[in-house]
């Protein structure tokens, strides 16, 4: 399920020390770490790693993994003015199954994949996530850690109680491996 709430990607840029970067405006309440973000245009998903603060002037949110960036005395008061006009953050981010960065003027959403009395089958496995095929023509992705270690492609996923999610065939029936 996707979130109605879109935030526009304003800038995206790779710092070799930190990783990819992006710029997001109408920013209420945050991401927390472990977040998944999807884009509107090109459907990709990214996992939020943490938020980047350039001052003590900048709001902060409850949950938020941070990093603390040093930025230019000279800068702070246009930084200041920047985020309360337009509640725009940055967030370091991580791909989930491909290496490109969001584009400048696309939007994001935040994501989650509930799969509550509904299968879905898995198309593709990265290194933290599974890609599944939704049955509506859409893709959703749900982390490993809430299934078996020997998932496999072309296996369904089905939620259960427990947040853990079982292994089934198309049917709905159990699969088990060791």
């Known amino acids: ?26 920013v209420e309440f945050g991401f927390k770490k472990g977040m998944v973000l999807k884009s509107i245009t090109s459907k990709h998903y990214w996992e939020v790693r943490s938020r980047i603060l350039h001052s003590s002037y900048e709001k902060r949110f409850d949950g938020e993994n941070e990093i603390i960036s040093i930025a230019n005395i000279r800068d702070v008061d246009s930084l200041k003015n920047r985020t309360k006009t337009i509640n725009s953050y940055e967030y370091i981010i991580k791909p989930i199954g491909h290496h490109e960065k969001p584009i400048s003027g696309d939007y994001l959403v935040f994501t989650v994949t509930v799969a509550v009395r509904v299968i879905y089958k898995v198309t593709d496995i990265y290194d933290d996530y599974l890609l599944l095929d939704t049955n509506n023509g859409d893709t959703g992705v749900l982390h490993k850690k809430y299934v078996a270690d020997k998932v496999q492609i072309g296996d369904y996923v089905r939620h259960c109680e427990q947040k853990y999610h079982d292994l089934v ?7 088990y491996r060791e």
């Not at 996707?2 to 109408?26: C, P, Q, T, W």
């Not at 065939?169 to 699969?175: K, L, P, S, T």
Request: aromatic share 10%; hydrophobic share 45%.
């Open 1 to 26: 399920m996707d979130s109605e709430h879109k935030h526009k990607v304003l800038a995206s840029f790779n710092i070799r020390s930190l990783g990819m970067i992006v710029v997001i405006s109408d």
């Open 169 to 175: 065939d198309e049917f709905g029936n159990f699969i």
